[in-house]
């Protein structure tokens, strides 16, 4: 019994160590309930990193009450200054616009979609910021959005 539990425990170890090589930074920030003020800005820091090198990515964790087919962000990229690098407005697609089907993946009522930004991250860059731009005081159905920044696979 203890050769199979330390096998298991083994290839659980190696499971874990093996996943997430590419990943430079990975945070999401989860709202207490499922709806995304206008006026809340969501910060990742990124000053802890040694390099931002790579591809930056954009997800939004959402229900099926998510009233629209895609959501605006606006996405700022400061220095530690807090002199704005980037400001920019990214349309992401939540439902697709012929099927009503949701994008990404998930289970239930909840689904996870990224979309990859098209403008690297500068290397002065030490805070990512978010803002929902849809025009609604409430944005109902998010329940989390999230900054992903990866090895590129060109480097």
């Known amino acids: 019994m203890t050769k199979l539990y330390q096998a298991a425990l083994f290839g659980i170890v190696l499971l874990l160590f093996s996943c997430g090589k590419d ?6 920030h989860s709202f207490e309930t499922t709806t995304w003020e206008e006026s809340d ?6 000053s802890s990193l040694d390099s931002r090198k790579g591809q930056a990515i954009i997800g939004v964790r959402y229900t099926e009450d998510y009233p629209f087919s895609n959501c605006y962000l606006k996405v700022i990229y400061r ?3 807090k002199v704005i690098l980037v400001d920019s407005l990214w349309n992401i697609p939540i439902f697709n616009r012929q099927t009503g089907k949701p994008t990404g ?3 239930g009522n909840t689904f996870t979609t990224y979309d990859t930004l098209t403008f690297p991250v500068p290397a002065s860059t030490r805070e990512v910021i978010f803002l929902q731009y849809m025009r609604q005081p409430q944005l109902e159905g998010i ?3 999230g900054f992903k920044l990866v090895k590129s696979q060109l480097n």
Not at 23 to 28: A, M, V
Request: charged fraction near 40%; hydrophobic fraction near 40%; aromatic fraction near 20%.
């Open 23 to 28: 990943r430079i930074f990975e945070e999401y």
């Open 41 to 46: 800005s969501v910060k990742f820091d990124l």
């Open 79 to 81: 220095d530690s200054s």
């Open 105 to 107: 993946d998930g289970f």
């Open 143 to 145: 329940k989390a959005v």
